[in-house]
T-cell receptor, first 110, second 112 residues
Framework: DTAVSQTPKYLVTQMGNDKSIKCEQN?????MYWYKQDSKKFLKIMFS???????INETVPNRFSPKSPDKAHLNLHINSLELGDSAVYFC?????????FGSGTRLTVV | DAKTTQPTSMDCAEGRAANLPCNHS???????VYWYRQIHSQGPQYIIH???NNETNEMASLIITEDRKSSTLILPHATLRDTAVYYC?????????????FGQGTTLQVKP
């Protein structure tokens, strides 16, 4: 069983489009995150949700809107995609001291 | 900003121990030291963490200095599959709404 699963794995889309990335964890963790890894390979936290409530928003443009329908899911919706949004997006979950990451979604905006 | 500094890259011969250093001189008393690694473009993989005492698990050992200002991750018998970017992170842990802040990490190249 995959602990943290993201879909899709790859996403190619045109500038200006709106897209969503889904994340689900079956670990029973209370906290979920979205990270962005750019072309320079730096992993940066974007959002953190704890029990469906937003905890951290790291100065991410308003075009990015996370949604957590329940504590096992944290989806990321992106409006008006720009070239600079091209990156690998990782979902993660945590409980106490353990963090588990998904395998990533490679987003390419053309 | 990351609170740790690591060498940019290291080489290790296959079968030998890989010792990866990390400086975290501003660590606070309740922050843990975590080590993660990222193989190619996969998601970061948890390796080990510790607070004060040295720790060992099936993957690695973590040696933390007495003043907690630095630590070393030890892979006792490195294999080619251990080639990855290794990240040393200090964090409060999610129980305190912590967030993992990744630095540049150390690229470990295990050579045959």
């Amino acid at each position: 069983d995959t602990a943290v699963s993201q879909t899709p794995k790859y996403l190619v889309t045109q500038m200006g489009n709106d897209k969503s990335i889904k994340c689900e964890q079956n670990l029973g963790h209370d906290t979920m995150y979205w990270y962005k890894q750019d072309s320079k390979k730096f992993l940066k936290i974007m959002f953190s949700y704890n029990n469906k409530e937003l905890i951290i928003n790291e100065t991410v443009p308003n075009r990015f809107s996370p949604k957590s329908p329940d504590k096992a899911h944290l989806n990321l919706h992106i409006n008006s995609l720009e070239l600079g949004d091209s990156a690998v997006y990782f979902c993660a979950s945590s409980q106490a001291l353990g963090y588990t990451f998904g395998s990533g979604t490679r987003l390419t905006v053309v | 900003d990351a609170k740790t500094t690591q060498p940019t890259s290291m080489d290790c011969a296959e079968g030998r121990a890989a010792n990866l250093p990390c400086n975290h001189s501003t660590i606070s008393g309740n922050e843990y030291v975590y080590w993660y690694r990222q193989i190619h473009s996969q998601g970061p993989q948890y390796i080990i963490h510790g607070l004060k005492n040295n720790e060992t698990n099936e993957m690695a050992s973590l040696i933390i200095t007495e003043d907690r200002k630095s630590s070393t991750l030890i892979l006792p018998h490195a294999t080619l599959r251990d080639t990855a970017v290794y990240y040393c992170i200090v964090d409060l842990g999610s129980g305190n709404t912590g967030k993992l802040i990744f630095g540049q990490g150390t690229t470990l190249q295990v050579k045959p």
